[in-house]
């Protein structure tokens, strides 16, 4: 199953353009946007894209002020 992979080393998935390969095709998928430079995650408010849609969520913050992990220390 795909969760063994994790556990067996096991990484099925191969860039065609390097080599480096991956347990899970979605990550191939990801990986593959370095070589192509794919920006499929386009910021509504400013036009800017990213590669990865965690990348979008961060980038949005800087247009809202969110900062949801505040040190315990300085606030």
Do not use: D, M
Not at 4 to 14: F, L, T, V, W, Y
Not at 45 to 59: E, I, M, N, P, Y
Request: aromatic share 2%.
């Amino acid at each position: 199953t795909r969760h063994q992979r994790i556990h067996s080393g096991e990484r099925p998935h191969a860039c065609p353009n390097c080599g480096r390969s991956f347990g899970r095709r979605s990550h191939l998928i990801q990986h593959r946007r370095v070589h192509t430079g794919e920006r499929p995650h386009r910021c509504g408010r400013c036009g800017k894209s990213f590669r990865q849609s965690t990348q979008l969520v961060q980038h949005r913050r800087s247009h809202t002020g969110e900062r949801p992990h505040v040190c315990a220390e300085c606030g």
